[in-house]
């Protein structure tokens, strides 16, 4: 499906009316309920879309359109939600964020963007060079995605009081595992050498919110591996001293100013899941080959 930049403006026209109408009023178990720990309750979902209103969409969308590639976008903090909506009711969040979004809805038709200019080019601090229209497609997804996770919070408040009917309700059970990839030869797999290395240090990437620097040793030679997760853990650091999967023959990627020499190999991230380490079940020796 090609994007539409008018249906963008149409869908995001529709969602405060449509988090007014699932969340105004309700009682703080349902707006405040949440998935468990580290989990968002649709009072933090509402805080989140806030602040992408505020330092996100359309303050990115002016330094592609001024700047182009030349001036990199800040880093978006995805928990800033926590500290700004203190003290706020969910009632005065979806109003402040109907007034943002009228706000910036303006702005963006202000814009009068042509289709030339959806081809335009920004840089991401993280994913690198995107462009305008994948900017504004990203908005709209990232509604729709956060409209619907609230609507999975909702409704799993009853887990326990639909009792034997839960079998029947997919939204109720477990994220499913992530789809099996598409079949690929031996060879395409015998090319990728993934090592076992030991995580001597871990430090902050400067600018980034979410991207890690990894001093992994593999025995013969150390090398540094940047992994995007900040904001998975409380204390990254706690992966310190442990051994790790990674693959160490990818071609070197620059990001945030640092070079990557390699990936992290870890598990749970393409499922819904809070990411873990792949780790050996014994210690064996750095720069051990797996496979």
């Known amino acids: 499906m090609e994007f539409q930049l008018d249906q963008a403006i149409d869908t995001l026209r529709r969602t405060p009316a449509t988090l007014n109408a699932l969340l105004r009023g309700f009682p703080a178990e349902w707006t405040m309920g949440n998935e468990g720990p580290d989990t968002w309750s649709p009072y933090d979902i509402l805080g989140h879309l806030i602040h992408g209103e505020e330092t996100d969409w359309i303050p990115r969308a002016r330094i592609i359109l001024e700047h182009g590639e030349s001036q990199a976008f800040q880093p978006f903090d995805r928990f800033a939600q926590f500290e700004k909506s203190k003290g706020k009711s969910p009632g005065e969040l979806l109003d402040e ?13 202000e814009m009068k963007i042509t289709s030339d200019q959806l081809a335009r080019r920004g840089t991401h601090p993280e994913l690198g060079s995107v462009t305008l229209g994948e900017l504004l497609a990203t908005w709209v997804a990232h509604d729709l995605s956060h409209i619907a996770q609230a609507v999975r919070v909702m409704c799993k408040q009853y887990s326990d009081a639909v009792g034997p009917w839960k079998e029947y309700l997919p939204i109720l059970k477990p994220t499913n595992s992530a789809p099996i990839k598409p079949s690929i030869p031996l060879d395409v797999l015998e090319r990728i050498d993934v090592r076992v290395g030991t995580i001597e240090r871990l430090d902050e990437v400067k600018g980034s919110n979410k991207l890690v620097k990894l001093t992994v040793n593999f025995g013969d030679h150390k090398r540094t591996i940047l992994a995007g997760m900040k904001q998975e853990r409380e204390q990254p650091k706690e992966i310190e001293g442990k051994q790790a999967l990674f693959v160490v023959n990818l071609e070197p990627r620059k ?12 598990i749970g991230y393409a499922d819904g899941l809070t990411p873990v380490l792949a780790i050996p079940e014994k210690e064996v020796p750095n720069g051990t080959r797996a496979g």
Do not use: C, P, Q
């Open 97 to 109: 964020f109907e007034t943002l979004r009228k706000r910036n809805l303006i702005a963006l038709e």
């Open 255 to 266: 990001m945030m100013g640092e070079v990557s020499e390699g990936m992290l190999f870890d």
